[in-house]
């Protein structure tokens, strides 16, 4: 399925157990197995949930290992994985840190994913944050942002539709190599993920899409209005797709600590709040769903597609 800026406000999630910052992960993933993982791929897909995404971090420093922990699935593999078990469902990048790999690397990994699973990929990037990471590989870690820019370029010349694709960078050059199979789409969306002025910068002149990394409600209007107009600026004409990441939800009466910020309660009550996303120019949200349990993961995300979904275009 697309997302679009013109279609109803649509949603997706991050998947849990493929990462498990401490800053989101429920108790019980840690135990959790690839099966697990199949089960809420497959429970999206039935949930009418239009993407499902997964992380990158090659490998976290001990500095930050309590906070962030070491569980991060690779994201092309994990994605891989769940595409041959799944039918409609988008499988998103969120986010791919391009910089950490050469572009013809990442476009043959993504490319093939694209391939694999009959156009479902989005390919979400972002700058990255961990120093030692990018040391670790030869990376510029400094020169980032520069190197996200040049990226995206490249990668755009490298996921068309040529065979033998061309591009000539300040850091990054090919031609005359070619690369099959090509991805299924004629254009595989890329969304820029961040909420620093550069980042959305970045979005607004080189984006399919916009991806804010926690951006509370009463910041994002302003954001929003700056993205359009340094797209705008940019003489950029295509429409943008806008995320937002929503506040941990939980559908119906919990009965138990979900934590003050969660949002709780009958379902239209969780879509009038959801259907405010829309009115500020969010055309997709990601979803987090509070939880014990597999089952009451999936058991939510049903609840979601059938009780609240039905009411966010209204």
């Given at each position: 399925m697309s997302i679009s800026p013109g279609g109803p406000l649509s949603y997706g999630m991050q998947l849990p157990v493929q990462s498990q910052s401490a800053i989101y992960a429920e108790p019980w993933e840690a135990a959790a197995t690839p099966a697990d993982l199949v089960r809420v791929a497959r429970a999206a897909d039935r949930a009418g949930f239009a993407y499902?995404?997964?992380?990158?971090?090659v490998a976290i420093p001990r500095r930050l290992a309590e906070g962030m922990s070491t569980v991060w699935y690779d994201p092309v593999a994990t994605l891989s994985f769940l595409a041959g078990v799944t039918e409609r469902?988008?499988?998103?990048?969120?986010?791919?840190?391009?910089?950490?790999?050469h572009p013809?690397?990442?476009?043959?990994?993504?490319?093939?994913?694209?391939?694999?699973?009959?156009?479902?990929?989005?390919?979400?990037?972002?700058?990255?944050?961990?120093?030692?990471?990018?040391?670790?590989?030869?990376?510029?870690?400094?020169?980032?942002g520069g190197v996200l820019d040049e990226s995206i370029d490249a990668l755009r010349a490298a996921l068309g539709p040529e065979e033998y694709p061309e591009f000539a960078g300040e850091r990054f050059a090919f031609s005359g190599l070619g690369q099959l199979p090509r991805p299924a789409q004629e254009r595989v969306p890329v969304w820029v993920g961040g909420s620093s002025p550069a980042a959305v910068r970045r979005a607004a002149v080189r984006g399919d899409g916009w991806l804010p990394q926690?951006?509370?409600?009463?910041?994002?209007?302003?954001?929003?209005?700056r993205l359009h107009a340094l797209r705008e600026e940019a003489g950029v004409e295509a429409p943008i797709v806008v995320g937002a990441i929503t506040e941990p939800l939980y559908v119906g009466e919990p009965g138990w600590p979900v934590g003050?910020?969660?949002?709780a309660g009958k379902p239209e009550e969780l879509a009038e709040s959801?259907?405010?996303?829309?009115?500020?120019?969010?055309?997709?949200?990601?979803?987090?769903?509070?939880?014990?349990?597999?089952?009451?993961?999936?058991?939510?995300?049903?609840?979601?597609?059938?009780d609240v979904a039905p009411h966010l275009g209204r």
């Open positions: 499902i995404a997964g992380c990158d971090h469902v988008l499988l998103m990048s969120h986010v791919a840190v391009v910089g950490l790999r013809l690397i990442t476009a043959k990994q993504y490319a093939t994913l694209d391939h694999l699973s009959g156009g479902r990929l989005v390919l979400g990037v972002g700058a990255g944050h961990v120093r030692e990471e990018f040391e670790a590989v030869g990376a510029d870690f400094d020169g980032r926690g951006d509370p409600r009463d910041r994002l209007p302003a954001q929003i209005a003050r910020r969660t949002l959801l259907r405010e996303y829309a009115a500020i120019g969010v055309h997709q949200i990601q979803v987090r769903f509070r939880s014990r349990s597999m089952d009451e993961l999936t058991d939510q995300m049903a609840a979601f597609g059938a």
